[in-house]
């Protein structure tokens, strides 16, 4: 159990903070063939699943009237960033219940936070971009 556990964390990599309820870009490496491309996914994240290196998240978009959810592996080499686009609101660990919800009512409020905590994050964000750069 002990060897698993030490392969699983020497898989895991920095990645962005974010959190359930929070509307994100996943920048997605695609291959194809021989050529590989980058597919934004931008959507509402409603869940995180697991632990460890073994952790998912699902995000929910809507394309043309209809849901679509796509479940990503977090710490996995394909994801090549993650922008946090708007936080949200939220005070529930699942947001399923947004399913069944259409239009206004599937929106979720926006988490507003002080211009101090901002500038930090996007400081701590930036660090982490350059790091996993090099």
């Known amino acids: 159990m002990d060897l698993i556990k030490t392969i699983e964390e020497s898989q895991k990599r920095d990645v962005a903070s ?5 509307t994100v870009k996943v920048h997605f490496k695609i291959i194809e063939g021989k050529t590989e491309r980058v597919q934004v996914y931008e959507g ?12 998912t998240f699902t995000v929910r978009k809507n394309s043309y009237g209809v849901g679509v959810e796509r479940v990503f592996p977090l710490y996995s080499p394909r994801i090549a960033k993650i922008e946090v686009m708007r936080p949200g609101r939220v005070r529930r660990s699942k947001l399923y219940y947004i399913r069944g919800k259409v239009g206004k009512a599937a929106k979720i409020r926006e988490l507003i936070v002080k211009k101090s905590d901002k ?6 964000s930036a660090a982490v971009e350059t790091a996993a750069e090099n």
């Open 44 to 55: 509402l994240v409603l869940c995180f699943k697991n632990a460890g290196a073994r952790r």
């Open 119 to 124: 500038a930090a994050a996007q400081t701590a």
């Open 18 to 22: 974010f959190k359930v309820g929070d």
